[in-house]
Each structure stands twice: as structure tokens, then as C-alpha cells.
């Protein structure tokens, strides 16, 4: 009798814990960002008015290809060791992107990793924007 109850006991045990392990590996959505096309993110910019839009290439990219209004350059590598430039809400929206969508991606970790849950990216980077017809500038 004492055995079949402690059989029961780590059955029992085992179906209330196995929930919890198997939940343990998932992520919500805040802790992933969201990849957007040219027009999506477009619209995001438009939408999201408090919205923190960040360059993540270089500044030789930023000079030679243009960048997009309002646009803050802050390389993708050097992301943690300046994060006192980005927003001190966590829950900003931030849109960001590079060239080609590579490098954003790296930094939409980053960002994630510093707390950061609203992190959108341009999936094509700048190049993808600008084969979709939308204007950079250049300059400062």
C-alpha cells in the first residue's frame, strides 16, 4: 500500500510540475520585436508619434546612403555602451534599421536585452525603404 501511494504521489507530482517546465521555454511577444515591410513601417512612423526611430549602421552608411528623418545613428555594436542616448521608457516604441535588415536584427536583441518591449524592425533596412519609393536625406 505504501508504494502504490508514493507512485501516486510523484504521478501527481509530475503532472503538476510538467506544465510549468514545458512554460518555462516559451517567450511572449514582449520578448520578441516585429519585423515590418517598407509600408508597414511607414505607417509606424507615421502612427507612432512618440516613437524613437534608430539608425543602426555606421556613420560612413549614414553619410553615403542617406538616413531617414528624425533618425537617431547609434551603430548596432555600440548599442549597449550608448544606451544612455536611447529612450529612458522601456516601453517606447522603437523602430529601427540598417542597411539590409541583418544588423537591425542583432540590435533588436540588444534593445530587448536592455529592457526594451515595443522594438520594431525594417525588415529590408534602408535599402528595402528606398526600393519602395520612400525619401532619405542627407546631411546631418
Known amino acids: 500500500m505504501k508504494r502504490s501511494f508514493?507512485?501516486?504521489?510523484?504521478?501527481?507530482?509530475?503532472?503538476?510540475?510538467?506544465?510549468?517546465?514545458?512554460?518555462?521555454?516559451?517567450?511572449s511577444e514582449s520578448e520578441n520585436w516585429i519585423r515590418l515591410d517598407a509600408d508597414e513601417f511607414a505607417t509606424a512612423i507615421d502612427d507612432e508619434a512618440g516613437a524613437f526611430l534608430l539608425d543602426t549602421r555606421t556613420q560612413d552608411e549614414w553619410e553615403a546612403d542617406g538616413h531617414l528623418e528624425n533618425a537617431t545613428l547609434i551603430p548596432h555594436d555600440k548599442l549597449s555602451e550608448r544606451s544612455s542616448e536611447l529612450p529612458d521608457d522601456k516601453s517606447t516604441t522603437?523602430?529601427?534599421y540598417c542597411r539590409s535588415g541583418n544588423r537591425s536584427q542583432a540590435a533588436a536583441e540588444t534593445l530587448l536585452d536592455l529592457g526594451y518591449t515595443d522594438v520594431r524592425d525594417l525588415e529590408s533596412g534602408i535599402v528595402g525603404w528606398k526600393d519602395a519609393g520612400y525619401s532619405v536625406i542627407y546631411g546631418a
Open 94 to 96: 522603437i523602430l529601427l
Open 6 to 27: 508514493g507512485r501516486l504521489k510523484i504521478t501527481t507530482l509530475i503532472l503538476l510540475v510538467l506544465p510549468l517546465v514545458s512554460l518555462a521555454g516559451c517567450t
